[in-house]
């Protein structure tokens, strides 16, 4: 989420893994000894790529708040969670809304895990279609 809060104040002018690789170098101060590189670099240009399709779900399933009033943090974690719910059937539904819940506690709005929540939640039911052995 840090990479992709980050990457919005370039105004996206390269490319996002680059963007990453500079991002780790000027930020050594973080842990990234656990991170799955592979997933990791997958999942930042899934959601860059994507934008546009999980952006017009957001938006849909937002109904009052346009994109642009809603709080940054909150828009990057749940353009991460939409991309994993669309575009990564390994990843459970369950856990993709619950890893974007948690983070808008830590990072977000004192309101933000119950919006996040519940924006998430109606993608999911109406939008995500998956066998339902992926959501245990």
Do not use: C, T
């Not at 790529?49 to 346009?66: C, F, G, V």
Request: hydrophobic share 40%; proline share 3%; glycine share 2%.
């Amino acid at each position: 989420m840090k990479i992709l809060y980050a990457y919005r104040f370039e105004n996206m002018q390269q490319d996002i893994i680059e963007f990453y690789k500079r991002f780790r170098e000027l930020n050594q101060n973080e842990d990234f000894k656990d991170v799955d590189e592979k997933y990791l670099e997958k999942l930042l240009k899934g959601v860059i790529q994507n934008q546009q399709i999980i952006d017009n779900l957001i938006a849909k399933y937002s109904k009052d708040w346009p994109l642009n009033r809603l709080p940054m943090v909150e828009l990057e974690l749940m353009r991460i969670a939409v991309y994993e719910l669309l575009f990564e059937e390994d990843v459970p539904v369950s856990v993709a809304i619950d890893e974007a819940v948690d983070m808008a506690s830590i990072f977000g709005i004192e309101k933000a895990p119950s919006f996040v929540n519940g924006i998430l939640g109606r993608i999911a039911e109406n939008e995500v279609k998956r066998s339902k052995n992926h959501d245990d």
